[in-house]
């Protein structure tokens, strides 16, 4: 039973060490692993549970941890970013690009241009739900952080 767990401590762990070697302030750095780790759970729920590939996965779990740190730097007074890039890496895709890599080393093209697409596609899956956050949280900010009869600062 326990072991079910632990790939979710590892990323809680692995996203608090990003934070400190980023050298994010010191009270950020447990947030910033319980971000990563809600990302590895919302990522393995819908690789798990649905029928959805490694993308849309990963772009869900990316728009996932975009909100949570949107919400973490409003609650911590931080920019987002000091939370956002310690709880994007339990996403990275390293394992494929370490294959692709390999099997580029040893001549095997096939092998590598799959891990490649593979590790490109998941980049940009990352890369859009972390945008899409950002664009929307832009767009719905005014409505929900001032009020309708002063004007925004």
Same mark, same amino acid.
């Given at each position: 039973?326990?072991?079910?767990?632990?790939? !979710?401590? *590892? $990323?809680?762990? =692995?996203?608090? #060490?990003? %934070? @400190?070697?980023?050298?994010?302030? /010191? +009270?950020?750095?447990?947030?910033?692993?319980?971000?990563?780790?809600?990302?590895?759970?919302?990522?393995?729920?819908?690789?798990?549970?649905?029928?959805?590939?490694? !993308?849309? *996965? $990963?772009?869900? =779990?990316?728009? #996932?941890? %975009? @909100?949570?740190?949107?919400?973490? /730097? +409003?609650?911590?007074?931080?920019?987002?970013?000091?939370?956002?890039?310690?709880?994007?890496?339990?996403?990275?895709?390293?394992?494929?690009?370490?294959?692709?890599?390999?099997?580029?080393?040893?001549?095997?093209?096939?092998?590598?241009?799959?891990?490649?697409?593979?590790?490109?596609?998941?980049?940009?899956?990352?890369?859009?739900?972390?945008?899409?956050?950002?664009?929307?949280?832009?767009?719905?900010?005014?409505?929900?952080?001032?009020?309708?009869?002063?004007?925004?600062?």
């Amino acid at each position: 039973m326990f072991e079910q767990f632990i790939p !979710f401590l *590892a $990323s809680f762990f =692995a996203t608090m #060490g990003f %934070a @400190i070697l980023y050298n994010a302030p /010191a +009270r950020t750095i447990i947030p910033s692993g319980i971000a990563g780790m809600t990302g590895w759970f919302i990522f393995d729920y819908f690789l798990t549970f649905s029928e959805l590939g490694n !993308f849309f *996965a $990963s772009g869900i =779990a990316s728009f #996932g941890v %975009a @909100i949570i740190c949107q919400l973490l /730097a +409003r609650q911590f007074r931080m920019p987002v970013i000091v939370f956002s890039i310690p709880g994007i890496i339990p996403l990275v895709p390293g394992g494929a690009a370490y294959t692709m890599m390999r099997a580029l080393v040893e001549g095997n093209g096939e092998m590598a241009l799959h891990f490649g697409t593979q590790t490109f596609l998941v980049s940009g899956a990352i890369a859009l739900g972390l945008s899409l956050n950002s664009a929307l949280f832009q767009i719905i900010q005014p409505y929900f952080f001032y009020p309708r009869n002063n004007k925004r600062p």
